[in-house]
């Protein structure tokens, strides 16, 4: 099993960063592909940005591209989202998520999901 936890959602104006944290505990979390998703009120969930276990490969939906920046830390477990130049479409609920060793962009091929963290863009 593999827990996760997400944090540094909030309120922020447009044009304005923030950086989300998803902090993973349990069953060897370092060897597993990661990702981050986004849910918005009446919407269905959709693929932010995904990392490979080492870091290695990273991927980016082309609403984000050049904007959001995944990234992980092994030694403290723990996968960023750096996002730039929010606009108000991106107001959702981020979700970080987990599975084993190869990071993609579909939701259901992922194990592992934390609880959300709420990212509210002001414009």
């Known amino acids: 099993q593999v827990q996760l936890v997400e944090s540094g959602g909030g309120l922020v104006q447009a044009g304005g960063s923030l950086r989300l944290s998803c902090a993973a505990s349990?069953?060897?979390?370092?060897?597993?592909?990661m990702g981050w998703f986004r849910q918005a009120p009446g919407k269905d969930r959709e693929f932010v940005a995904a990392?490979?276990?080492?870091?290695?490969?990273?991927y980016y939906a082309n609403s984000v591209k050049g904007r959001f920046t995944i990234s992980r830390d092994n030694a403290k477990n723990t996968v960023y989202l750096q996002m730039n130049g929010l606009k108000f479409e991106d107001t959702a609920v981020y979700y970080c998520?987990?599975?084993?060793?190869?990071?993609?962009?579909?939701?259901?091929?992922?194990?592992?999901w934390g609880k959300g963290t709420q990212v509210t863009v002001s414009s």
């Open positions: 349990g069953r060897t979390s370092s060897n597993y592909g």
């Open positions: 990392i490979a276990w080492n870091g290695g490969l990273t």
């Open positions: 998520a987990a599975r084993k060793f190869i990071a993609t962009m579909r939701a259901e091929e992922y194990d592992y």
